[in-house]
């Protein structure tokens, strides 16, 4: 079975640009969550999405926003790019058939440098 | 508010020496706790994770680790480190009930193994 895959992984913008990422899912998976990972702030929870839905959001400003297609994939788009937007940033799928604990798989990642 | 706490971002061992890394969390109601590794430009891969039962957990790669609740601790360890081991860890922990799938990240301790 394939991976979550990310694309693209790799990605240059310039400060006030937008960028769109996007994330195939597992199949099957019905839950897509997003993190941010940079050296400074670490690891840090986007959003997450189930059935086309957002279900939890972290603490980024409206600038980072989100949605989840009827196949499962997803995608993240952050508008009026900023130089502290450069980081690693990481999709994750789960099963999700429960309220209970489903394991996340994650995706490579999306390397984005804000210039 | 959730948190968790890495002590020491930097672990340095020898090869067939003991890894020992250490994870603190904070939470009113004991989480599912997790740890992850992250190879260079890699995603996550999830190790292993205590979400009920025995408070040894075996993982992946001769990884354990064990939940103590009256310390709130969940500390990673292996027996004898390999060169293959080098890498960054993080311990996470995320909600339980409720549904979604928010993981709250520690800051990660790199690994180096040494001959």
């Known amino acids: 079975k394939a991976g979550v895959t990310q694309t693209p992984r790799y990605l240059i913008k310039t400060r006030g640009q937008q960028v769109t990422l996007s994330c195939s899912p597992i199949?099957?998976?019905?839950?897509v969550s997003w993190y941010q990972q940079t050296p400074g702030q670490g690891l840090q929870f986007l959003f997450e999405?189930?059935?086309?839905?957002?279900?939890n959001k972290g603490n980024f400003p409206g600038r980072f926003s989100g949605r989840q297609f009827s196949n499962s994939r997803s995608e993240m788009n952050v508008s009026t790019l900023e130089l502290g937007d450069s980081a690693l940033y990481l999709c994750?799928?789960?099963?999700?058939?429960?309220?209970?604990?489903?394991?996340?798989?994650f995706g490579p990642g999306t390397r984005l440098t804000v210039l | 508010a959730q948190s968790v706490t890495q002590l020491g971002s930097h672990v340095s061992v020898s090869e067939g020496a003991l890894v020992l890394l250490r994870c603190n969390y904070s939470?009113?109601?004991?989480?599912?706790l997790f740890w992850y590794v992250q190879y260079p430009n890699q995603g996550l891969q999830l190790l292993l994770k205590y979400t009920t039962g025995a408070t040894l957990v075996k993982g992946i790669n001769g990884f354990e680790a064990e939940f103590k609740k009256s310390e709130t601790s969940f500390h990673l360890t292996k027996p004898s480190a390999h060169m293959s081991d080098a890498a960054e860890y993080f311990c996470a922990v995320s909600d339980r009930g409720g549904g979604g799938n928010k993981l709250t990240f520690g800051t990660g301790t790199q690994l180096k193994v040494e001959l």
């Open positions: 939470s009113s109601v004991p989480p599912y």
């Open positions: 994750a799928s789960s099963l999700q058939t429960s309220g209970n604990y489903n394991e996340q798989f």
């Open positions: 999405y189930f059935s086309e839905t957002q279900r």
């Open positions: 199949s099957g998976h019905r839950s």
